[in-house]
T-cell receptor
Framework: NAGVTQTPKFQVLKTGQSMTLQCAQDMNHEYMSWYRQDPGMGLRLIHYSVGAGITDQGEVPNGYNVSRSTTEDFPLRLLSAAPSQTSVYFC????????????????FGPGTRLTVT | AQSVTQLGSHVSVSEGALVLLRCNYSSSVPPYLFWYVQYPNQGLQLLLKYTTGATLVKGINGFEAEFKKSETSFHLTKPSAHMSDAAEYFCFGNAGGTSYGKLTFGQGTILTVHP
């Protein structure tokens, strides 16, 4: 298994440009999520999905869109990039969604470092 | 509201000294808590996880954490620090209230180990 993969590893955008960060997992995981990591703020949840066709907002969803048309893929779209979106983005997945019975280990991708100028 | 809080953004210890990284949680539903470690320029790796049951959880690399419901804490410890432990550590778990979909991280604690 490749685990959780993210592309690209690095990206530089100009303000106003749009782009899609790719995330894929080959472990047949139901739950997928996107985080951004900023110094001193830990990782903050952007969007998450509990299965194909189902997505929901996290803590900081503004300026980002997601879709989950397949179990494997969970792309994150920046509609109009802003300097405030300069960050490191991590995709994560787990076998099952968090629920009353428990939370599975989250598997993280290697991250995408995005700079918006 | 933040449901997982790490006290101390930086902790510095000498090699061989005790490591104590603090995490407190707030949740009105049963908490499920994890500690993850991030080495420089790398992704996140699971250290250990708490699920209902044993309050002392052992993880990789000699780390362990104790779940204390009365103190709403899940502090991470290691009896003797090693230079290779230098990294950023994150406490992580389910959000407060009735939501299970949203998982939140603490702010992170950077551990420095001095020779």
């Amino acid at each position: 298994n490749a685990g959780v993969t993210q592309t690209p590893k690095f990206q530089v955008l100009k303000t106003g440009q749009s782009m899609t960060l790719q995330c894929a997992q080959d472990m047949n995981h139901e739950y997928m999520s996107w985080y951004r990591q900023d110094p001193g703020m830990g990782l903050r949840l952007i969007h998450y999905s509990v299965g194909a066709g189902i997505t929901d907002q996290g803590e900081v969803p503004n300026g980002y869109n997601v879709s989950r048309s397949t179990t494997e893929d969970f792309p994150l779209r920046l509609l109009s990039a802003a300097p405030s979106q300069t960050s490191v983005y991590f995709c994560a997945s787990s076998l099952l969604p968090p629920r009353l019975a428990g939370i599975e280990e989250q598997y993280f991708g290697p991250g995408t470092r995005l700079t918006v100028t | 509201a933040q449901s997982v809080t790490q006290l101390g953004s930086h902790v510095s210890v000498s090699e061989g000294a005790l490591v104590l990284l603090r995490c407190n949680y707030s949740s009105s539903v049963p908490p499920y808590l994890f500690w993850y470690v991030q080495y420089p320029n790398q992704g996140l790796q699971l250290l250990l996880k708490y699920t209902t049951g044993a309050t002392l959880v052992k993880g990789i690399n000699g780390f362990e954490a104790e779940f204390k419901k009365s103190e709403t804490s899940f502090h991470l410890t290691k009896p003797s620090a090693h230079m290779s432990d230098a990294a950023e550590y994150f406490c992580f778990g389910n959000a407060g209230g009735t939501s299970y979909g949203k998982l939140t991280f603490g702010q992170g604690t950077i551990l420095t180990v001095h020779p």
